[in-house]
């Protein structure tokens, strides 16, 4: 392993950098440094997960490279959030310690605009931005880039995730041609290949690990279960890791507080971190988060981007995300640094595909466990809280004066008894709650139905009023019920599409689940009606049915317009 020195930096820049404690540079920084020094006019992409310490490997040679006696922006770094743009500007200044004249500047929404562009006329060497509100600044004719020497794209998969295409296209525009790019990202996706054809010339690419592809040092752990019963296995996941510090990632903001409120009242140290917050909030839940004052941050994927934290243990996926690339990104929030991180996900029989492309993807296996046992989280409980006992450092001049005291109260009780009765103070909360709670159990694959030979017998038959008229499609519907009810793993029978309005089956458990989530619900400004079938003809081989018209008493009947669609 080479030295930051042997890389052909600068004594004052690595001075800085060992302050900061950094010994030894990380692969990456490895591999782009040199590069970036020996020949600055080079296009590079370097694809490395999130963590890996990409800021360094791009800011150590931007820190050397500047020529601090022209005042005009040189180097312009683009990055998805205010958090990531906020993070980079102060790595950049801790690595400039010892060059003062360097002058930085962060650009971002959700701030003062007049105050950025304050600093922007100050002068700003480097500028540190998010997509949006440079696009504003440039056509305010605040920012000028028509001198900038190097243009770099940091995360530049989330930006595209984000929808930021066609504002990185117009900012690159504006910057001159022979400028040399700098793109760095967790994935290289098709639109990141697109990105790099467009506006880079013959780029050299370096990979940390293979593309697309899991850090070596996470574990990936899978537990399938039924969706009533995936709070319950959170839960048991959550005790099963007494020391977790981890993020749990669900699909939207309703379904992130919901589970936050759940933890909070079961007694866990959470908080949740969505798009509902205020800036000020979002700020204040990350400071906590970062100092380890809340052991559980409970997000959506969009307000966790540009949150960096060290030392996680764990990432939890409450649902799979629709893009495997996110999974990429919220499994590299954990094993950062060398270190060993667990990407924990809570699925059903129906993500199996989407488990085995994330596999693929990841060039790595999800280990299939049983959710923990009561017994199991007991006895994991009870040697965390020996270990703890075990290897705490007593402080004697503290605890010296209230010990006679003390033995005097506990002389009467034996060793084996005072054990137990200290155990008993720190674990009765377990005991007592699993003795009589029943296992999670693992679902068993049923048998799918097809042409209309059903698995299951229990559905219930729904009226819908919207139809093909509305342009409804059985996809739609499927989509509005996942959505609406915000559980994608509830069964579906037949779906039958009529011209003014429609039927589709549901599983009759969730009968009052559909009825209450389509309530005060709007398919374009039409407000959506559902109500439970009553004229369903149980006849599978008739084409026929009858539905009551409530306001007139009259029976209307109608053959399908449609074959039925059996998921």
């Known amino acids: 392993m080479k030295t930051f020195e042997e890389l052909g930096l600068e004594y004052n820049i690595v001075s800085a950098v060992k302050e900061l404690g950094f010994e030894n540079p990380m692969s990456v920084q490895e591999k782009v440094i040199p590069v970036l020094l020996e020949n600055n006019q080079s296009d590079v992409i370097a694809l490395a997960q999130t963590g890996t310490g990409k800021t360094a490997a791009y800011g150590l040679p931007i820190i050397q490279t500047i020529n601090t006696k022209k005042t005009h922006t040189q180097y312009l770094i683009l990055s998805p959030t205010r958090e990531l743009c906020l993070q980079i500007a102060d790595d950049l200044s801790d690595f400039a310690k010892y060059k003062n004249e360097i002058k930085i500047t962060a650009v971002f929404g959700g701030s003062s605009i007049e105050r950025q562009i304050q600093q922007l006329r100050s002068g700003a060497h480097i500028i540190s931005a998010t997509p949006g509100r440079l696009l504003d600044l440039i056509k305010r004719n605040v920012v000028n880039l028509s001198k900038v020497k190097t243009v770099i794209l940091d995360e530049a998969d989330e930006m595209l995730n984000m929808g930021f295409r066609d504002d990185l296209e117009e900012i690159l525009k504006s910057t001159p041609a022979e400028k040399n790019t700098l793109l760095f990202s967790a994935t290289m996706s098709s639109e990141i290949r697109t990105i790099a054809d467009k506006f880079m010339f013959e780029p050299v690419e370096i990979t940390i690990g293979k593309k697309n592809v899991g850090a070596d040092n996470i574990k990936h752990i899978c537990y399938t ?28 903001k309703r379904e992130t507080q919901e589970v936050a409120d759940l933890l909070l009242k079961d007694g866990y140290n959470a908080e949740s971190l969505h798009g509902d917050l205020s800036q000020a909030q979002r700020e204040t839940v990350m400071s906590k988060f970062r100092q380890k004052n809340i052991q559980l941050l409970i997000a959506t994927d969009v307000a966790a981007r540009g949150l960096d934290v060290e030392n996680l243990s764990h990432v939890i996926n409450y649902n799979l995300p629709d893009e495997l690339e996110i999974y990429t990104h919220r499994s590299g929030r954990t094993g950062r640094a060398g270190k060993t991180g667990t990407s924990i996900v809570i699925t059903n029989l129906k993500e199996k595909s989407k488990l085995r492309a994330i596999e693929n993807k990841l060039n790595k296996k999800f280990e299939h ?6 017994n199991d989280i007991c006895a994991r409980q009870l040697f965390y809280l020996i270990d703890k006992v075990e290897k705490v450092e007593v402080d004697d001049s503290k605890i010296k004066s209230f010990l006679p005291e003390i033995m005097k109260k506990l002389d009467w009780l034996d060793r084996e008894e005072l054990i137990k009765k200290f155990v008993s103070v720190e674990f009765n909360r377990f005991l007592s709650y699993y003795s009589n709670l029943k296992d999670v159990e693992t679902p068993v694959e049923s048998l799918k139905y097809k042409s209309g030979n059903y698995s299951n017998n229990n559905f219930k038959r729904f009226f819908i009023n919207l139809g093909q008229l509305d342009e409804l499609r059985p996809k739609t519907l499927i989509e509005m019920i996942n959505d609406f009810t915000e559980i994608n793993n509830i069964e579906i029978g037949e779906i039958e599409i009529l011209k003014t309005f429609s039927f589709f089956e549901i599983d009759a458990d969730y009968a009052d689940k559909i009825l209450f989530s389509f309530r005060n619900k709007y398919y374009g400004k039409r407000k959506i009606s559902v109500e439970i079938s009553e004229g369903r003809n149980n006849n599978k081989s008739k084409k026929s049915f009858s539905l009551k018209n409530r306001n007139s008493g009259k029976v209307f009947s109608q053959k399908k317009k449609q074959k039925s669609y059996n998921r």
């Open 369 to 374: 466990q049983q959710v923990p046992s009561g």
């Open 225 to 252: 279960v039924n969706a009533k019963d995936r709070y319950l296995t959170l839960k048991r996941v959550v005790d099963y890791y007494p020391e977790i510090y981890g993020i749990i990632f669900c699909r939207t």
